[in-house]
């Protein structure tokens, strides 16, 4: 299982970003070019959690572990 | 026929009787009196009934509930003699609380000594991701609580991974399977944004496993934030205290971990649109500035037309000495400066060829053209231009520019008039 710190797209960290940058954009008085080049990230990041949020599933998958001792080698299986 | 020594006797004994009576084979089952503890490790209680007592004796690292006076227990363990005294006590390997009661008055006790220890400090309770990747479920998969949890998880949104950790949630083996299942999740902490411990309600008995001392250690020490949910509102567990969050029921915990999907699309669109909506404000603000800087432009450029018309009038006033009509080349150019001013706002583009027309224009105006119409200009030696019979006597050189070149001639005559006859 990839570890969620690599560059998978994590939708909570890119859920904060859109709200940073949106944040930056309730100043008074912005900079044109500079907003639309936050702009342009903005709806980068809007069509991606878009397209995250069209995802049907949820995945379920039970760890094969007997869990009264823990020992070094466990796998993680998948199931229906 | 056996003479046996005292010690010797002792031995005997004690090894005759835990051969068939030891904590495989039997419990005693009474109400605990005198309880005290020596040394912080020696723990000595009486049980007893109605009509008998016994001495018990254990270690306090093996009882794993706290025990009281009055509370009804059983204990599992071997009689023996001990040497010093020649009394009998009952050698426990473990107890078991019986009955509601019993079970309150520890769960009372465990909740005063886990909270004093701090384990339930919201200080150290830790906020949990709003948009998880994969969550860690520890439940029972034949329990109800298994499918409610999913079911509602499934409806509010879609996306996450969840890794379950199936375990018993009551009886011998919970505890055990539990804390196994922390251990494995923290081995791989990095990969979780948040574990579910959860199960649906029962009595106490039911729940002692979520109000057990390690279970709530292993939630406390959990690397990554632990949600627990257990059975029905009024339920209470050291668990849900220890919890990072406390979820009232398993569909609870499924409310609490993940958001709606409808919430976060609303939230998202409504950001996109907030960001049009200013960018288009600062975009019409610099439109407004465009304006403006066009407006003076179109004044300079209206300024610029009218030094040129100055110029021609000032160029009329010597043309009518040359006889030249520069009337309808003047009208020409107002015309073509109101074209100008009025487009200025729309026809930015169409300036520059305008001003190349002006420039054609006063070309045309130029003396050079003049001359190639057929008039001459008169130089005197040094080289200005005569525009006055005056200014030359008879008889003096004097040059005649016209179109192709020039003449040199000399003044015959001179009739002094400053005008001709237009």
Request: glycine share 0%.
């Given at each position: 299982m990839p570890p969620k710190t690599d560059k998978k797209f994590h939708f909570d960290q890119a859920f904060t970003e859109l709200e940073q940058i949106t944040e930056w954009f309730e100043k008074e008085d912005i900079d044109l070019e500079e907003g639309l080049t936050k702009f342009e990230r903005g709806l980068e990041i809007a069509r991606k959690l878009k397209e995250r949020l069209g995802e049907v599933e949820n995945r379920v998958e039970t760890?094969?572990?007997?869990?009264?001792d823990v020992v070094e080698d466990d796998s993680v299986e998948e199931t229906v | 026929m056996h003479i046996f020594q005292v010690s010797e006797f002792i031995l005997y004994f004690n090894d005759a009787v835990r051969s068939f009576m030891n904590e495989q084979q039997m419990a005693i089952e009474g109400e605990v009196a005198e309880y005290k503890v020596s040394q912080q490790r020696f723990v000595w209680f009486k049980i007893k009934d109605a009509d008998g007592v016994l001495d018990c004796f254990a270690m306090l690292f093996s009882l794993k509930q706290p025990i009281e006076d009055g509370m009804k227990v059983r204990v599992y363990g071997y009689p023996k003699i001990f040497h010093r005294s020649g009394k009998l006590s009952i050698n426990i390997a473990r107890v078991e609380l019986v009955g509601e009661g019993a079970l309150k008055r520890a769960f009372e006790l465990m909740k005063k000594k886990l909270s004093d220890e701090g384990?339930?400090?919201?200080?150290?309770k830790r906020p949990i991701p709003r948009i998880p990747e994969r969550i860690a479920l520890i439940t029972s998969?034949?329990?109800?609580a298994y499918t409610d949890f999913l079911r509602i998880l499934n409806n509010r949104w879609s996306g996450v991974e969840i890794h379950l950790a199936p375990v018993a949630v009551q009886g011998r083996d919970a505890v055990a399977n539990i804390v196994g299942a922390f251990r494995y999740i923290n081995k791989h902490?990095?990969?979780?944004d948040v574990v579910v411990l959860t199960r649906g309600g029962g009595s106490m008995e039911d729940l002692a496993a979520f109000n057990d001392e390690a279970v709530a250690r292993a939630i406390f020490s959990s690397a990554v934030p632990v949600v627990v949910g257990v059975g029905h509102e009024r339920d209470e567990t050291i668990a849900d205290y220890v919890a990072d969050v406390r979820a009232s029921t398993p569909t609870n915990a499924a409310e609490r971990v993940v958001p709606d999907r409808r919430d976060v699309r609303f939230a998202v669109t409504s950001r996109v649109q907030i960001m049009e909506h200013v960018l288009t404000r600062a975009m019409e603000r610099r439109a407004a500035r465009l304006h403006q800087s066009l407006g003076r432009l179109s004044e300079h450029v209206g300024g610029v037309v009218r030094r040129v018309r100055s110029g021609i009038e000032s160029f009329q006033r010597s043309g009518i000495r040359f006889g030249i009509a520069v009337q309808e080349k003047n009208t020409a150019v107002s015309v073509m400066a109101n074209h100008m001013t009025l487009g200025m706002g729309h026809h930015l583009g169409r300036r520059q060829e305008r001003f190349v027309a002006l420039q054609r224009l006063l070309a045309s105006l130029d003396p050079k053209a003049v001359l190639r119409r057929g008039y001459a200009m008169v130089r005197d030696t040094g080289g200005r231009v005569v525009k006055d019979p005056d200014t030359v006597d008879v008889g003096a050189q004097i040059t005649i520019q016209l179109a192709g070149g020039s003449l040199g001639a000399r003044v015959i005559s001179s009739s002094g008039q400053t005008s001709l006859p237009l």
């Open positions: 760890i094969k572990q007997k869990f009264a | 384990l339930f400090s919201t200080e150290r998969p034949e329990a109800a902490a990095t990969q979780y």
